[in-house]
């Protein structure tokens, strides 16, 4: 069974950098795109950007001037990097797998990271 | 590039079958759009109910279908139950942009 769990902070100082990270288990992240969509409080969901497992990025332009995303395939894990965040970055933050050719549908979900931005 | 449109609740009574739309698909020529739908509860995250704009994942309800037309798709929900109750989102990945993109979601009330 896939399992997705993220880590990081919960609060995060507006300007400051978030750094996210998911660790997957049951699966290698080899042959997917591995993706991180964020949920603000009472609102829908934002996909923000995914990562395929040969370092390939995409990224929604509303935050591509601020997002990395990068992978560590020996701990099995990716990790998101969103600079200069203000408080319309506080969401709840979710890695997910995202299977490519005929599907690119986000199959298996991590439960999420809250992250509140304020000083 | 702007997020889906869908309606931002609908109702039906136990027994009964809902269709939720979701509106606003690429129309790029040459283009080919993969259509998702997602079932969220209240503090949990989503599922995947539907990908490529009618399959069902393995262990998904009969009960839950998709369908597409132009630059609109739809979920129906038949045969409404009480569990039923929670948000969906549609989503879509266009192979010209190689993005994603969210509905608004729908809240899903069984009365």
């Known amino acids: 069974q896939v399992q997705l769990q993220e880590s990081g902070p919960g609060l995060v100082r507006p300007s400051e950098t978030l750094t996210l990270t998911c660790v997957v288990s049951?699966?290698?992240?080899?042959?997917?795109?591995w993706s991180w969509i964020r949920q603000p409080p009472g609102k829908g969901l934002e996909w923000l950007g995914n990562?395929?497992?040969?370092?390939?990025?995409n990224y929604n332009p509303s935050v591509k001037s601020r997002i990395t995303m990068s992978l560590d395939t020996s701990k099995n894990q990716f990790s998101l990097r969103l600079t200069s965040v203000a408080a319309a970055d506080t969401a709840m933050y979710y890695c997910?797998?995202?299977?490519?050719?005929?599907?690119?549908?986000?199959?298996?979900w991590g439960h999420g990271n809250m992250v509140t931005v304020s000083s | 590039q702007s997020a889906l449109t869908q309606a931002a609740s609908v109702s039906g009574s136990p027994g009964q079958s809902v269709t939720i739309s979701c509106t606003g698909l690429?129309?790029?020529?040459?283009?080919?759009?993969?259509v998702s739908w997602y079932q969220q509860y209240p503090g949990k995250a989503p599922k995947l109910l539907i990908y490529?704009?009618?399959t069902r994942p393995s262990g998904v309800s009969s009960r839950f279908s998709g369908s597409k037309s132009g630059t609109s798709a739809s979920l129906t929900v038949s045969d409404l139950q009480a569990d039923d109750e929670a948000d969906y989102y549609c989503?879509?990945?266009?192979?010209?942009?190689?993005?994603?993109?969210f509905g608004g979601g729908t809240k899903l009330t069984i009365l």
């Open positions: 490529n704009v009618d």
């Open positions: 997910a797998r995202m299977r490519g050719s005929g599907f690119f549908s986000n199959d298996y």
């Open positions: 690429s129309t790029d020529f040459g283009a080919y759009t993969y």
């Open positions: 990562i395929l497992y040969d370092g390939t990025t």
């Open positions: 049951g699966d290698s992240l080899g042959g997917f795109y």
């Open positions: 989503s879509s990945y266009t192979t010209t942009t190689t993005h994603v993109l």
